[in-house]
């Protein structure tokens, strides 16, 4: 097609070059599309909160140029206050969550409007929340909160997410979000579940009675096949991407279809838990550590009946009760690598049936919950009963100073300021 032209001794004026231009530019990024950029998003869990009780939850989501979950390192940046786990959040597909602190009784600058924000690969994004400080002088209170389903809670989990997760009678997966209990997530089974196990890639596995065991995710739960169909898991855990399992009648190992667990113990065993580098079981006068190929048993502090353990940068911790002494609950944690008895150290509890220990999150609190009560550990003042109206079986330290307990059929407690 002919290209228009001017008349002869006519020049474009202004209009006419700038009209020129725009078309020149069209026509250029027809022919050379945008490439993809990476996304990333920031989000917390509550806009407002008081700084001098309760944390932010901040969470990322990154997606490659290509479409697929971003991975690497996302920097946090804060006007003030701190990132507890520090600023630097390591993705685990494509997500990743830290905790926000901004104490106005440690910098005056913490209250009203603050500024936070996340950089990955060039992209950058913000976040206003409010702190909102509250009167020191008023006191937690706790809330009783229906579960909605008239059963036995056993066992909880965090997701990456945020929300807790709830295991219980007759095959109930129940979700915790945001202060309540969600919907019921179908799991295809009616027995009985004992332990639940959520990984960094928001996997979940369950076990329980009659030889349950359950992987996948919400909504997509499958039957992991086995022969051990009557027995009674009390324990789940993944260990270098391999299932381990635990039994009532002492028994432990990874799962294969044959499912020929090893005798760890002539006693009942309460679960195992795993770490990158470790994986131990633990029971009644129990406690022993994977090798590679074979459960040792490690030396204890004091022969104990176990009901919880804990592996994270302190060591390991341990909460049961002593057997030679009668309601006399302990907590031990050792530091060491290699878990010799000489770097054992314990702390003996208030009275009470142990049964479920927590830490909290952006602090150095330590929750216990016992059949009657809950008691709280701070280092400056030590274990106080958080005169709770009731005990439970489990126990989970949300956000923000929160804490969930559950056990009690068709109820749970929420602490909160």
Known sequence: ??????????????????????????????????????????????????????????????????????????????????????????????????????????????????????????????????????????????????????????????APDGTVWAVGERGLLLPFRSGAWGTPSPTGVTTTLRALAIGADGRFDLAGDEGT??????????????????????????????????????????????????????????GLVASDTRLVVFGVDTLAAWTGSRFEPVPQPVSGDWRQARLDSGGLWLLGQRLAVQNAPVLVQNPGADLKLADWRSTNLPPGEPRAMAWGQGSTDRFVVTDDSIFRFQEAIGWQDLEAPSGGRAIAALGGGQVLVVGLPGVSLLRVR
Request: hydrophobic content about 40%; proline content about 9%.
């Open 1 to 158: 097609m002919a290209r228009p032209s001017l008349p002869a001794g006519v020049r474009p004026g202004p209009t006419a070059r700038r009209l020129v231009s725009c078309v020149a530019a069209a026509v250029l990024l027809a022919g050379c599309p945008v490439p993809p950029e990476a996304e990333l998003s920031l989000t917390a869990d509550r806009t407002t909160f008081d700084g001098r009780f309760e944390r932010a939850i901040v969470r990322v989501s990154a997606l490659a140029p290509d479409g697929t979950p971003g991975a690497g390192v996302v920097k946090l940046t804060a006007a003030v206050g701190s990132f507890v786990e520090g600023s630097q959040l390591t993705l685990a597909q494509g997500t990743g969550s830290a905790t926000y602190r901004c104490d106005p009784g440690e910098d005056p600058a913490c209250s009203g409007a603050v500024r936070i924000g996340a950089e990955w690969q060039g992209v950058s994004r913000s976040l206003v929340l409010r702190v909102t400080p509250s009167d020191p002088n008023v006191r937690p209170r706790w809330s009783v909160v229906p579960t909605l389903q008239p059963l036995r809670l056993n066992a909880v989990a965090t």
């Open 213 to 270: 065991l359950l992987s996948g995710r919400p909504g997509e739960l499958a039957t992991v096949q086995h022969s051990a169909t009557s027995a009674t898991f009390t324990g789940v855990a993944r260990f270098q991407r391999t299932l381990f399992v635990t039994t009532a009648d002492g028994r432990a190992g990874p799962w294969d279809v044959d499912l020929v667990l090893s005798e760890v113990s002539p006693r009942p065993l309460g």
